[in-house]
């Protein structure tokens, strides 16, 4: 028996059927319409994550304050206050791979301007702040190295807080005041999207970091340092430069803990892609669930449509069918359900992701090879769970299945 | 003329857990090309055991079948179906048809199956052919549900016919049937017969088993009587 012909056979039994086929190849269009939906939001949250990541800035190299512990309890990273103004002065002296560096204050305090009010981070930064990040300005200028040193009050105000401000009136040039203290808005910067950790990074209003200390924070100590090397290959020299700098000017003995923690962005970046690859594996795994579940409905409803069927088994055998003919039919029906399945839901898929990402928001990433391996995988589940049923009938004793009522 | 269906000695035991069944128990038969014979006998008295071991569907314990001149007591599932395929052509009681499939494909069956690989028009072509010799051209397009008893039947023969076999192998094939569509049936196996083909028939009704031209009757796993038939019955149109 020719291929063809088993083709012909197949269809023509799932067109007599035509409610229990549809019914039965929906498990396997739900199944692989969730494994590609899930893939693709997974691969969405993955390229959104890297799209972060590169977001913090090329070579760059975090140093946070250290953790204080009062009475048992820990403050998070920064808390204590332990980095100075000289310490940052100190790394971009002595340290020959630190290109950039940046002392960071920062403050979550409410700003307002004319009848607005609104609560944003303030950040106080260098100069260089933006060149590490890699933020460009979309209107304005930023501040400069003259307004760190003499504690101006001058702002550059991120996307979010400008809006919110200023609503869509260009804030170049207007009056923000922080904690009462007026600053002149000289720079918008462009839209950076949401953080690594999920906070909107243009709800922002960054400022000398001078200026903040005294005028706003009124604080001495330093929350973090950013530092950029020159280039890649340097991170980990400089990582090592610094914390030794530093632990000797913060005069730690040997066997002691750090009072401050030094983290590179590939660190960073390795945790949160560490973390989107949980997530896609959950997602494919718990879209896999339902794929076999599908299969497991077309094993089902073929050992039913065999055990109706015994007699047509028997005068197929009759007529000449060999076992393996009936082992192809039956196999071949339960391929071309799967497949049938695996193409619409090829289409189920990408349509629910278009629309999660049109409704929700979420980001979607849809790649021909998750595409192309469910439905390949589609038709490996009609084979796995069609050969039982295939091989049941075509063991059957043709006396036997013609006498079948 | 040579033998189509030579028997020698056949045995065919059922093994049921406790006792073994000897449902068939030393049965030596030929059958002549060009025959219609007729396979008569109580409820087991092996006649349908009979007829499953002359029609491939099973192998006998003991003894050998030769079919056509090939032995095929010793062949294996797959090799029977084979034979069943090209030599075999089978008429049921309850005709057997596929349901919701055209006539016409029904009578394609055996085609697909066949080792010649016949193209999709070929096969058409041998299927309308076979149905024409049984008369029913203009019902090629109708499913089983849409069709007579009689009418069904003669699809099923015409099926039986399409590969061209050595012998027809009728199951009772007047059961379901009323006289007169019955006498039909016996009228288009006589025909065939006239034209060469050789009919094995089992039946319980003598009255049918009068337009054989032999009758075989079976008790108890052996043949009893093997006699011609005296004053055959014709159908009409069928000479003696």
Known sequence: MRFTATGRIALQALRRNKLRSALTALGIIIGVGAVIAMVGIGNGAKAQVEAQIASIGQNVILVFSGSMTRSGVHSGWGGAGTLTVDDAQAIAREVPDAAAVSPEVRTFTQVAAGNQNWSSQVLGESADYFAIRQWSLADGTGFTDQDVRGATKVAVIGRTAARQLFGDESPVGQIVRIKN???????????????????????????????????????TTLRAILVQTSDAGSLNLVQQQI????????????????????????????????????????????????????GIGIMNIMLVSVTERTREIGIRMAVGARGRDVLLQFLSEAVTLSSLGGGLGVLLGVGTAKLLSAVAGWPTLISVSSIVIAFLFSAAVGI?????????????????????? | MAAVIQLDDVHKTYDTGDVA??????????????????????????????????????????????????????????????????????????????????????????????????????QRERASRALETVGLTNRAGHIPSQLS????????????????????????????????????????????????????????????????????????????????????????????
């Open chain 1, 181 to 219: 203290v007026p600053f002149t808005i000289v720079g918008l910067l462009t839209a950076k999207g949401l953080s690594v950790m999920g906070s909107d990074q243009d709800d922002v209003v960054v400022v000398p970091y001078t200026s903040g200390m005294k005028r706003i924070m009124g604080t």
């Open chain 2, 21 to 122: 069944v000897h449902a068939v128990r030393g049965v030596t038969l030929t059958i002549a090309a060009g025959d219609f014979a007729a396979v008569m006998g109580a409820s087991g008295s092996g006649k349908s055991t009979l007829m499953n071991l002359i029609g491939c569907l099973d192998r006998p314990t003991r003894g050998r079948y030769a079919l056509d001149g090939t032995d095929v007591s010793g062949l294996d599932r797959d090799a029977l179906a084979v034979i069943r395929n090209r030599k075999l052509g089978f008429v049921f009681q309850n005709f057997n048809l596929l349901a919701r499939t055209s006539a016409l494909e029904n009578v394609e069956l055996p085609l697909l199956y066949a080792p010649d690989h016949l193209s999709p028009e070929q």
């Open chain 1, 243 to 294: 914390t030794a700098l530093l632990r000797q000017r913060h005069r730690i003995g040997p066997g002691r803990d750090d009072d401050f923690t030094v983290r590179s962005q590939q660190e960073i970046a390795d945790m949160a892609t560490a973390t989107a690859k949980v997530m896609r594996v959950l997602l494919g795994a718990i879209a896999s669930v339902s794929l076999l579940v599908g």
């Open chain 2, 149 to 240: 008893g009689g009418q069904q039947q003669r699809v099923a023969i015409a099926r039986a016919l399409v590969n061209e076999p050595a012998l027809l192998l009728a199951d009772e094939p007047t059961g379901n049937l009323d006289s007169q569509t019955g006498v039909e049936i016996m009228g288009v196996f006589q025909r065939l017969n006239d034209a060469g083909m050789t009919v094995v028939m089992v039946t319980h009704e003598s009255d049918i088993a009068q337009f054989a031209r032999r009758t075989i009757v079976m008790r108890d796993g052996v043949v009893i009587t093997d006699a011609p038939v005296r004053g055959r019955t014709l159908a009409g149109g069928a000479t003696s």
């Open chain 1, 384 to 405: 796995f769970f069609g050969f039982y049923p295939a091989r049941k009938a075509s063991q059957l004793d043709p006396i036997e299945a013609l006498r079948y009522e």
